[in-house]
């Protein structure tokens, strides 16, 4: 549901002009460095702001909010944002920008200067993420948010078109690799769209997509999350291999990850691009529960 106190069409947003004038004044220059490819169409951001399908309790996290391009079409559809921004000049500036464009959103924002990839914890509780990310952190930005913000139900961020098509695939799927398997963990994944590189300043050289995700109850494991992340990066790791050679050095032996394989219900002649993350999760617990047999008494 979308908040009903949506302003006009437009109001408020910034366009390409707008977006430069904000550069010029703080002397940026994007950098690579932070992947910092800002936003200039504001139809752009609007059609985000639709996909996140927000309520108007939903607390969202905005990561690398940037010049507050898709920040101030967030506002109005939401209780509030939570803007995560490692660069400390835009992370100044940018409850000047809200103040001057949406005043009667300006209580909303909160901004918290600091690397999205090591925050321990956020503010607020956030509900939904939506952002748009940086090429080069993506996938780890978002697998370390949902694990350390546990009050996040929905996710849709816009990453390069090759994380996004990774990100959506299914077993099987000749895309589907440890982000995928990964992001199972957590929830249903979804591409959501397509974005062309135009509407970003600096131009990429790639397209873009939207990614969503929406959070369900992770695999049944007793070995848990690291250890079931554990076996899907050794059985990618060597993708033409198959699992029993693959998860060779993590069982122990050949053998020993033949038989873990057969006590999770796995063919040990298949490989890691046919299995979902609940398959995973057993052969982490058959791992687990191998280890643990083989443990001297007392």
Do not use: C
């Amino acid at each position: 549901m979308v908040s009903v106190d949506e302003p006009d069409a437009g109001a408020g947003l910034l366009g390409g002009g707008d977006i430069r004038a904000l550069a010029a004044e703080l002397g940026l220059r994007p950098t690579k460095r932070w992947g910092q490819n800002f936003v200039v169409d504001p139809n752009t951001v609007r059609r985000i702001a639709r996909s996140a399908r927000l309520s108007p309790d939903d607390v969202v996290l905005e990561v690398g909010p940037g010049l507050g391009s898709l920040t101030l079409a967030l506002l109005p559809h939401a209780a509030a944002v939570v803007a995560v921004e490692v660069d400390p000049t835009l992370a100044a500036r940018l409850p000047q920008t809200v103040g001057e464009r949406l005043p009667a959103y300006a209580d909303r924002l909160t901004v918290v200067q600091a690397d999205a990839l090591h925050v321990a914890s956020v503010p607020g509780e956030p509900t939904a993420l939506v952002a748009n990310l940086p090429y080069n952190v993506a996938v780890p930005v978002v697998l370390h948010l949902l694990d350390v913000v546990p009050t996040l139900r929905t996710v849709l961020v816009m990453v390069q078109k090759e994380v996004a098509d990774r990100l959506a695939a299914g077993p099987g799927s000749r895309t589907y690799g440890v982000p995928s398997a990964k992001a199972q963990w957590y929830g249903r994944t979804e591409a959501a769209g397509d974005v062309g590189a135009s509407v970003f300043w600096p131009v990429p050289n790639v397209g873009s997509g939207l990614v969503r995700i929406t959070r369900t109850e992770p695999p049944r494991s007793t070995a848990g999350r690291a250890a079931t992340f554990a076996v899907v990066d050794a059985a990618f790791s060597q993708r033409r291999k198959t699992l029993r050679s693959a998860l060779a050095g993590l069982a122990g032996s050949p053998t020993a990850a033949q038989e873990a394989l057969v006590a999770a219900g796995v063919d040990p002649g298949s490989r890691g691009e046919q299995l979902d993350i609940a398959a995973f999760a057993r052969i982490a617990d058959a791992l687990a529960d191998a280890r643990a047999s083989s443990m001297p008494a007392g």
